[in-house]
C-alpha cells in the first residue's frame, strides 16, 4: 500500500493537536523538546513555510507525504 499524500492545512492541523497534547508549554515547549525552533514552528502553523524534515518527524509523517495545498 503506497503512502497517503496529506495537505498542507493537515499537517498545520496535526501540529496544533501534537502541541496541545504536550501538556504544558507553548508552541515554544514542543519546539525546544522537538528541535526546531518557535519561530519555524509558528511559521508553519500560520502558512508561511512548509514544514521541515525535522518537523515532519516529529508528527510521524515523511516529507514526501506532503503535497502543497492549490489556493
Known amino acids: 500500500m503506497g503512502a497517503r ?4 492545512a493537515e499537517v498545520q492541523h496535526r501540529l496544533k493537536a501534537a502541541i496541545r497534547a504536550y501538556g504544558p ?3 515554544a515547549a514542543w519546539a525546544q523538546a522537538h ?8 511559521n508553519v502553523i500560520k ?3 512548509g514544514p521541515g524534515p525535522q518537523l515532519l518527524a516529529a508528527l510521524g ?10 489556493r
Open 25 to 27: 508549554g507553548t508552541q
Open 35 to 42: 528541535g526546531v525552533s518557535p519561530q519555524f514552528v509558528n
Open 47 to 49: 502558512g508561511r513555510r
Open 61 to 70: 509523517l515523511k516529507p514526501a507525504a506532503v503535497v502543497a495545498e492549490v
Open 5 to 8: 499524500q496529506i495537505t498542507c
